[in-house]
């Protein structure tokens, strides 16, 4: 009555009752395998650069020198000419 309540009694496939070697099936057994997958998301991040160019001037101031030149002429005449060595009233 004990084997009867869980089966065991009953032929589990038609060939046992016509071969003593035929295989018998047992209970199946179920394997759980788990996986993982890894998948990569990418995500856009918006990163704006404003960038100022500060553009400085520094004036200096170099010395740039030239030079002119003038002749001049004096002429110290006195006036008399070749006169003055005619004269005799030295």
């Not at 589990?12 to 071969?19: A, K, L, P, S, T």
């Not at 199946?28 to 160019?53: A, K, L, S």
């Not at 170099?62 to 002749?71: F, G, R």
């Amino acid at each position: 009555m004990f084997k009867k309540n869980f089966g065991f009694a009953k032929p589990i496939n038609n060939c046992c009752n016509q071969d003593p070697n035929c295989p018998i099936m047992e209970p199946v057994i179920n394997n759980c395998i788990e996986r993982e997958y890894c998948h990569e998301v990418n995500h856009i991040c918006p990163i704006h650069t404003h960038i100022i160019n500060k553009h400085i001037y520094n004036h200096t101031y170099t010395p740039e020198y030239s030079c002119s030149e003038e002749n001049q002429i004096i002429n110290n005449d006195p006036g008399y000419g070749c006169n003055k060595f005619n004269n005799n009233g030295f």
